[in-house]
C-alpha cells in the first residue's frame, strides 16, 4: 500500500493529480499499483465501497449538489485516473457508508413524509471512515473490546463532526442530508434555524446562489472572524482579537453541546475521542469543549493533555469517569483496507 502526502494549495486540481503522478513514477512504483481507492463524501444509498465503472461516476455526479465542495472534485480525481491507469481497478468507499444503519429516529427528519421520501432526504452523516477507524483504535489503545464501549468521536478539522456510537456501530451523528449541519467549521456554520434562510431568500437579491455561497463559504469561523484555518484563528486570539475569540468560543459551545447530547443519547458514554486536523493538534480546543462536564464524568487532565501531541494519547484525568483519548486518524490506511476486503487482494 502506497503512503504519503503531497500539498498542493493553490491551481487546479489536475496539477495536483499530476505531481502525485510524478511521485508515484519517479519513487519507480507505477508498475507495483494493483487498484486505487478513492475517498468520496456523499455516496447516497450507496451502503459499501464500489468497483467504479462509467454507471457509478455518474451516479456520483448526480449526488454533487448534496456535497458541492466535496464530489465535484473526488468525481474528477476519479475521471484523471481512469484516464492515466484505466487497467487498474478502481474503487469508490464513502463517508456516508458507515451511517447507512442509523436508528430510523436519529435519521429521520420532522417534515412531510411525502416530501422527504419522495426526495431521499434523511440523515446521511459524514466522516464516516475517520470515525469508525478512530473508534476500533481507541479501542485497541484501552486494551477494550469495541462491542462493549460507547463513544463520542470528534472529528475536528476544517469540516468537523460528531458521532455517537454504541458496539461500535453509529447512533447519531451530526452531519446530515448534507455536510452544511451540525458543529462549526472553517467555512460553514453548522447548525442553523432554517427561518433564517427564508428570511434571507426574501430580501431583495438574495437568491439560491448567493444563500449557498454564505452557507458553504462565508460562515463558521470565516463567517465570524474572517479566518478558516484555525491555526490563523489561535494567532488572532494571542494578538487580541475580539472576534476571533468570539467565534473561538462558539465553536467550542456547539462542541460542548453535541457531546452533552450524545450521553443523552447513549445514556453515558465510555470514550470522547479527539481525531482530525484540530482535534489532534489544538490541546486548548480539547480542554475548552470538555470543560465543566465534571458532573457528566468527564474531566482531562491538563498536563496530559499538553503532552499529547497529536496521540494516540490518553488525556482524561485519574477521577474520569469517561477516557477521554486523542487518537489520530488515518482515512488513506482505512480506504486501502476497504479496497483490500472488496477485492480480495
Known sequence: ??????????????????RVIAAVDQAGLADQLTAIGHRVVHGGDLREPVLIDDRAVERLEALSDLAPLHNPPAVEGIRHTRRRYPHLAQ?????????????????????????????????????????????RRAAVLLGRDLTELSLITLHLGNGSSAAALRGGRPQDTSMGLTPLEGLVMGTRGGDLDPGILLHLLRLPGFGVDRLEDLLHHRSGLQGLAGLSDFRDLVAAMAAGDRQAARAYDVY??????????????????DVVVFTGGVGENVPRVRADALARLDRLGIEVDGERNAAAGGGPALISA????????VMPTDEELAIGLKVVDLLGH
Request: glycine share 8%.
Open 1 to 18: 500500500m502506497l503512503r504519503g502526502t503531497i500539498e498542493h494549495r493553490h491551481g487546479p486540481w489536475s496539477s495536483a493529480f499530476d
Open 91 to 135: 474503487v469508490a468507499v464513502f463517508d456516508t457508508a458507515f451511517f447507512a444503519d442509523l436508528p430510523d429516529a436519529a435519521a429521520t427528519y420532522a417534515l412531510d413524509r411525502q416530501v422527504t421520501e419522495a426526495q431521499g432526504i434523511r440523515r446521511y452523516g459524514m466522516h464516516g471512515i475517520s470515525h469508525e477507524y478512530v473508534a
Open 252 to 269: 467550542c459551545h456547539r462542541v460542548r453541546k453535541y457531546v452533552g447530547s450524545y450521553l443523552a443519547v447513549l445514556d453515558g458514554a
Open 318 to 325: 485519574l477521577t474520569s469517569r469517561v477516557a477521554v483519548v
